[in-house]
């Protein structure tokens, strides 16, 4: 019978997890937010006007939806500002 060598086992050293940096946590940021009704129907209007609607969250008449105040929120509003009463 012919022996075949066999390479030694390698060993297998636990490696050390790098040490954690901490970071102190930041006080939340008061973000401005506005406050948007739907006070008419969205019912015979451009079908853009529509889907503008319904991107803002809004579902029905007297439905009121809180939004953080960003130029994309704002152009949106600004589009269907006939059909909304804005607060804040």
């Not at 050390?16 to 939340?28: G, I, N, R, T, Y």
């Not at 506005?34 to 006070?39: D, G, H, M, P």
């Not at 019912?43 to 803002?56: D, M």
């Amino acid at each position: 019978m012919s022996e075949e060598k066999k390479a030694p086992a390698k060993k297998v050293t636990a490696k050390k997890a790098p040490a954690k940096k901490v970071v102190a946590k930041k006080a939340p940021v008061k973000k401005n937010t506005v406050s948007v009704t739907l006070i008419k129907s969205f019912n015979g209007r451009l079908p853009s006007h529509r889907a503008t609607v319904t991107g803002l969250g809004l579902k029905r008449i007297n439905h009121t939806v809180e939004l953080l105040d960003t130029p994309e929120v704002r152009g949106m509003i600004n589009k269907i500002s006939y059909l909304l009463r804005i607060e804040g």
